[in-house]
Each structure stands twice: as structure tokens, then as C-alpha cells.
């Protein structure tokens, strides 16, 4: 069977139910996952979403921040989420398909602003979270499993608008990228976006400081699609839909498309 799976940081889905439904009719993703939906479970709107054909939802949600969803217009089954760092946040929920296929939905702490935990709580969650990660896809080797979401850091040189100047702004830290090719190792996942676009500058998420923000090209490459080396192989395409952040009240991110012939 032919999947595609796409993964965008929607910065509320309530607010931004217009471009999601738009996202959804312009480009028929088979799931779609959420990160910072930004509501409850019960206050997502689903109704015309369902209408559309995805009529599969898994959802952790909370109030005002934080928030994972996944919807689905093939069957799907909730196969739980964790609790990293025993915080109660909504990072990470997961469901598997009637082929085997286990999609994990993930959205790591962005860690303040400050890149130094013992000045910045939030930073010293982030790198807790991200080795929580590590020590579960040690324990427990991932196999026919997709691995989405705003992991909240852009890993290669290439990955940023300047390597050199943001070498101590967070996301793009040395500390944060090793954690994260930690978390990679450990599962043996594959970046299946720079699988298939190995080369070149590539962003995912652009600030709404900037007056200009196509022009300004600031970008970072915070939002990712990894697979399981059993399956990696048979991923067939990647690609940014970087003209969604220009569309009328964007989320900052541009959804991240992968597509499987499994």
C-alpha cells in the first residue's frame, strides 16, 4: 500500500481549523499529525474533519499549550502514549495502522532561550526529555514504525539560515544535536527527509518576528520524519510544503510530507 504521512506544528488547531482543512483537501495526506494543538481532547473539531474522510483521531491534548493529534482517514489504533519526565505533558501519542505500521507523534520541549540548564529549567528538560527517548528506543528497538513531529531542533549545518550564528541559540546547539543523534541511534531510526533531499539549505519553521519572513529566509529545519530501518527502504518521497506559511494566519511551521510504498 501507498501512505503518506504528514506532520506540522499548528499552533493551536482551533485557531487554525481553516488551513488545516485546506491542508487536507489541497493535498489528501493519509494521517496527518498535530503537534501543539493547543486544547483538549474533547474541544478539537472534529466534525469537519471527519468530513473529509478522517474519521480517526488520537489525541492527548491540554489546555492553551502542549497538544499531539493524529488524524487518520485509514483505521488506526490508539497504542498509547508516555509520560516523559513524568510532567503530565501532552508530547507524544501513537497509533498503529492495519498493516503493522506504528506512527509515534512527538513534540520535544523547545527549551527557553537560554542554552544552559543550570540558568535555564527549560533547557534541562528538553536534553531530560530527549535522553528519556534515547533509553526507551534502547529498551525497546522500534521496528515497522514512523517517528514524526516539531522535535525542536535542526540537527545538520544545512538545517539553518547561518550555522555559524546560531552555533549557541537553542535548537541548533552542539548539546541539543548530539542528544538528538543519541535518540536517533539508539532506535536506528532514518531521517527520511534528508534521505531523500540530502543536499542543500532546508527549513521547516520560520519566525513571525520577521516583517518578511519568505524574504528574510531565517528558517530552521525543526520538524522531522524518521523511519525504522526496516521499513526506511521503502520510503519513496519527501517534501516541505513551504508555501503553507504564507497562507492567511500560518502557523510558523510548513508541513513536512513523507510518502511510503509499504
Known amino acids: 500500500m501507498s501512505l503518506t504521512v504528514c506532520t506540522w506544528n499548528i499552533n493551536s488547531v482551533r ?3 481553516p488551513i488545516v482543512l485546506d491542508l487536507l483537501r489541497d493535498e489528501a495526506p493519509d494521517v496527518l499529525c ?5 486544547s483538549p481532547v474533547e474541544k478539537i473539531p472534529t466534525e469537519n474533519f471527519a468530513a473529509l474522510g478522517y474519521t480517526s483521531l488520537i489525541a492527548r491534548g491540554q489546555k492553551g499549550y502542549n497538544g499531539v493529534a493524529i488524524l487518520s482517514r485509514l483505521p488506526m489504533e490508539d497504542v498509547g502514549h508516555r509520560d516523559f519526565c513524568e510532567k503530565g505533558d501532552a508530547r507524544h501519542v501513537s497509533g498503529r495502522l492495519e ?3 506504528t506512527i509515534h507523534n512527538f513534540y520535544v520541549p523547545a527549551g527557553g532561550d537560554e542554552p544552559d540548564r543550570d540558568k535555564n529549567d527549560k533547557f534541562g528538560h528538553k536534553l531530560d526529555f530527549l535522553t528519556e527517548m534515547k533509553q526507551w528506543f534502547s529498551e525497546s528497538a522500534p521496528a515497522r514504525s ?3 513531529g516539531d522535535l525542536n531542533i535542526a540537527p545538520q549545518e544545512d538545517d539553518v539560515w547561518s550555522h555559524k550564528q546560531l552555533l549557541k541559540v537553542v535548537s541548533h546547539t552542539p548539546i541539543e544535536v548530539e542528544h538528538l543523534s543519541d535518540v536517533q541511534n539508539a532506535g536506528n531510526w532514518i531521517d527520511v527527509t534528508r534521505k531523500h533531499i540530502p543536499d542543500g539549505k532546508l527549513y521547516s519553521w520560520w519566525s513571525y518576528r520577521a516583517r518578511d519572513w519568505d524574504a528574510a529566509d531565517k528558517g530552521r529545519r525543526l520538524d522531522h520524519v524518521w523511519a525504522s530501518n526496516d521499513i ?3 520510503a519513496t518521497a519527501s517534501r516541505i510544503a513551504r508555501h503553507v506559511r504564507g497562507w ?3 502557523s510558523d511551521h510548513a508541513p513536512v510530507f513523507a510518502s511510503f510504498d509499504l
Do not use: C, M, S
Request: glycine share 10%; aromatic share 0%; proline share 5%.
Open 15 to 17: 485557531l487554525r481549523e
Open 34 to 38: 498535530l503537534q501543539e494543538t493547543k
Open 99 to 101: 498493516n503493522g505500521v
Open 146 to 148: 514512523i517517528l514524526v
Open 232 to 234: 526506511a527502504g521503502h
Open 248 to 250: 492567511e494566519k500560518p
